[in-house]
């Protein structure tokens, strides 16, 4: 008599399974939900930091202007009536303002109070009657309004940023000064337009006249000079590590180098230009040539590990394909592997690039925390970058400054967006799909 062989089979509990399930899927949806906080809350902190920036230096912007009616005195500007562009250029302009500032407030007799009268006007505004006598000799002995540039404080008045309620002696503008640039608005003769003094000019002690366009032109010549050394060497550095170099222990050593030095803090860099670069090679001090070649030591390595990355991306198939129809190993690279490897490429490109564009410790190394005042005209004439005029900016006490800088950073950013803009339309030329 056989027995029917049963086979015990273990009953699964439909509950556990299930729990477990929405405990894994509940899981998910909380890692999700963090996920979404974390953008959320960095949107968040990125939107306040523009808008605390957007904020403060928007009014860099816009400039106070005072309407003054200048006699263009020709027994002031050209006694001798020889119109000499020479004696043009030389003649006493801030003359001719405190005498329209007196015939408008001939109250204003005292000694202090004329000192006071002028305080309105910027000191730069001779520079402007200047300007428009040399280019037009015929306004000698006419009588025009013109709009000159108010100084700082005024400038801050009449943006709400000098209080009136606070005593005489907490602001920097007096009850005559208030009371004098209220009866110019009265009489409108006070007026605001665009702040091109901020974006054609250079530096200045005096914030009304200050401008970053010699920090801009710095800037832009820094990084061309930073570009043309770091990108050809390299694209040739990594080619040759990474397609041509025998695998052996130096070029161990020199990988290990090089993804070190991508971490070395900038300030050794700046170290080195200083004794290398300024000392022993005698390149000129406070120039975009010697701040770009010690940006462009920094970038390398950067550029190298970014560009060795993309030629390791690149299919296999590309380089054989390309050896069976008889194309020789620099064709195969050159013709290629390279340019599909040029979107990686232009990617460090862009990191190393961004992250020289704000670097300032190593080009307060070799001397760009100058003043300069004058806009470059060269790579080897005395400039300073924006990442340093913002940082002398910041440590200036004036009000307007705190404005400027601001003002210095949204440009900075502007750079920054613009180079990124090239950098990826670059991209999308050079990319290819497989």
Avoid at 306 to 329: D, E, F, K, M, N
Avoid at 397 to 402: D, G, I, Q, S, T
Wanted: hydrophobic content about 50%; glycine content about 8%; some cysteine.
């Amino acid at each position: 008599m056989t027995e029917a062989l049963t086979l015990s089979v273990p009953t699964r509990r439909p509950d556990l399974s299930a729990a477990r399930l929405r405990r894994r899927y509940a899981a998910e949806r909380r890692f999700r939900l963090y996920g979404l906080a974390a953008i959320a809350l960095a949107m968040l902190m990125l939107g306040l930091l523009l808008g605390s920036i957007v904020s403060k230096g928007y009014s860099a912007f816009v400039q106070t202007n005072i309407g003054l009616d200048i006699h263009f005195d020709p027994a002031v500007v050209d006694p001798a009536g020889t119109r000499d562009p020479a004696t043009l250029a030389n003649a006493d302009y801030t003359k001719l303002i405190r005498t329209a500032l007196q015939a408008r407030f001939p109250e204003a007799d005292s000694r202090q109070d004329r000192r006071a009268l002028n305080d309105l006007v910027s000191s730069g505004a001779p520079f402007a009657l200047r300007d428009m006598v040399l280019a037009d000799p015929s306004l000698l002995g006419t009588t025009r309004i013109v709009w000159l540039t108010a100084d700082d404080t005024t400038d801050m008045l009449n943006k709400g940023f000098v209080s009136r309620e606070v005593g005489e002696a907490e602001r920097p503008l007096s009850d005559k000064q208030i009371g004098w640039f209220d009866a110019l608005a009265a009489d409108n003769r006070v007026s605001t337009s665009f702040n091109t003094i901020f974006l054609t000019s250079g530096d200045s002690r005096e914030p009304e006249q200050a401008g970053v366009g010699g920090a801009v032109v710095g800037t832009v010549l820094t990084m061309l000079v930073t570009l043309a050394i770091t990108l050809p060497l390299g694209i040739a550095t990594a080619i040759y590590l990474e397609e041509f170099a025998p695998k052996n222990r130096w070029t161990d050593l020199i990988e290990v180098n090089i993804n070190n030095l991508a971490a070395v803090p900038s300030i050794v860099f700046g170290l080195l230009g200083l004794a290398v670069f300024l000392g022993f090679f005698g390149l000129p001090r406070s120039a975009p040539l010697a701040g770009g070649v010690v940006l462009a030591l920094m970038t390398l390595p950067v550029i190298i590990i970014a560009c060795r990355a993309a030629l390791l991306a690149v299919p296999p198939s590309i380089r054989a394909g390309a050896l069976a129809l008889g194309a020789s190993p620099l064709q195969v690279v050159l013709h290629h592997v390279l340019p599909l490897a040029m979107p990686g490429t232009l990617t460090g490109t862009i990191i190393g690039m961004a992250r020289a564009l704000g670097e300032t410790a190593p080009l307060l190394m070799i001397g760009m925390v100058a003043f300069i005042v004058d806009i470059p005209q060269g790579v080897t004439d005395a400039s300073t970058v924006l990442p340093v005029q913002i940082y002398i900016w910041a440590d200036s006490p004036e009000r307007a400054f705190v404005a400027r800088t601001s003002a210095a950073i949204m440009v900075l950013l502007a750079v920054l967006l613009a180079m990124n803009a090239a950098a990826v339309l670059l991209r999308r030329r050079f990319e290819r799909r497989w």
